[in-house]
């Protein structure tokens, strides 16, 4: 096999995400599961629903599922990530019992059903064929639990994510010429936005505005959508269905404990804080960003936590664990215990750092948006002052 192709390979089905699941069997060849990522249906339309699974062919599991004649495929929730790392061998000193470790019941197979997975198919196990390294087995579902459980736990870039809607359908009526919605970059809000929108509300009071935080691609997908009008993130939008306008220039700092040796420093360049421990805000658009930044400057960054969250980068690096880059000078220099963290600029040019606003074309664009991001743009000249 071409090493480079099946590398490639790896490395892109590693982007693919997929729901977590774990499959389960029970019966003379012994209680067995494995997690799994390739679950999928067949076919809603035979004698019996089916679905397929695919397992390596050296997994007892599978052996087992052979010989049972039976399986069931339980897709996790959102908050049994710990029930992924049980049945995929994470967790060694709790492989010599493993449903003991866990809530469980037999479906009409026999096949231990998973409380709480959103959804359990208990199945009987119809073909089982050999490709590669892996045996696809199809079985024909028997048994279907749902649970209360909605959100299912993902597994994408090698790591554990959530389901999150990015815009919940809204069902309520509006009037179009009074309905205003709008999105922001997830960390623009706490800071920025509550002001912003009470300015906005005292003078357009009957406007009927909706507010959406997300990582700045799903920003621009909500907005192809027709889910949201105008967008307020960072960086740069190259497409030509949008206009892109920036409100406030970049201008990066690093964050710091206050009692970190370069916290002192009137400035610094990337290059004085590369070869320390870095603490990464955990989104798509600022990975690229930070990896972007780091390769402009020929350095490589040193990635020791990373969370979704500010207020936790905020207070990691409160505690002195490293430091972390923001494109702003940030108004909140307090970690979440009170304990002062430092903002040092960054003397480096950071373009991904732009404050823009991004809306339909013009001719496409509404007077409310426009009034939107006029507000936005005297808002931001404000805080720059």
């Known amino acids: 096999m071409d090493t480079d192709l099946r590398a490639h390979f790896l490395e892109g089905m590693s982007r693919v995400a997929s729901a977590v699941t774990v499959v389960t069997t029970d019966g003379d060849a012994g209680r067995f599961g494995v997690t799994v990522s390739s679950m999928t249906s067949v076919s809603a339309d035979t004698t019996r629903p089916s679905l397929l699974v695919s397992i390596h062919h050296l997994s007892p599991a599978g052996e087992a599922i052979r010989k049972n004649k039976r399986f069931c495929a339980n897709v996790l929730s959102g908050n049994q990530s710990f029930v992924s790392d049980l049945f995929s ?7 010599d019992d493993r449903f003991s ?15 709480d997975a959103i959804v359990s198919l208990d199945c009987e196990l119809k073909t089982a064929l050999l490709w590669g390294t892996h045996f696809i087995l199809i079985g024909e579902v028997e048994q279907i639990e749902l649970s209360r459980q909605r959100s299912p736990l993902v597994y994408a870039n090698r790591g554990y994510r959530r389901a999150v809607p990015i815009a919940p359908d809204d069902h309520q009526s509006h009037s179009p010429e ?19 929108v009470a300015d906005f509300a005292s003078q357009s ?34 497409e030509p ?28 360049r990337l290059a004085d804080v590369a070869d320390l421990p870095m603490i990464l805000l955990d989104y798509p658009s600022v990975r ?12 490589k960054p040193q990635i020791r936590l990373q969370s979704p969250s500010l207020a936790m980068v905020r207070g990691l690096v409160a505690q002195g664990l490293g430091y ?3 494109p702003q000078d940030p108004q909140n220099k307090i970690g979440p215990d009170g304990t002062e963290i430092r903002a040092v600029p960054l003397d480096d040019d950071f373009p991904e750092g732009a404050v823009i606003a ?24 404000q805080t720059s002052q």
């Open 89 to 95: 061998g994470r967790l060694k000193h709790l492989n």
């Open 101 to 115: 470790a866990i809530p469980w019941h037999a479906g009409t197979t026999g096949a231990p059903i998973i409380d």
């Open 178 to 196: 009074n309905q205003l919605r709008v999105g922001f970059f997830i960390t623009l809000g706490p800071e920025f936005v509550p002001s912003l």
């Open 205 to 238: 009071p009957a406007v009927d505005l909706s507010l959406l935080e997300a990582d700045h691609d799903d920003l621009l997908e909500q907005m192809r959508a027709g889910k949201i009008e105008a967008a307020i993130t960072f960086g740069m939008v190259d």
């Open 241 to 268: 269905e949008f206009d892109t306008e920036v409100i406030c220039p970049p201008a990066p700092h690093v964050l710091l404990n206050a009692d970190h040796p370069l916290a002192a420093k009137s400035s610094l």
């Open 288 to 299: 690229s960003a930070v990896a972007a930044f780091f390769e402009r400057n020929q350095l």
């Open 324 to 326: 972390s880059i923001v």
């Open 358 to 381: 991004v809306a339909k074309r013009d001719d496409c664009r509404s007077r409310l948006a426009m009034d939107f991001i006029s507000k936005c743009r005297k808002s931001f000249r």
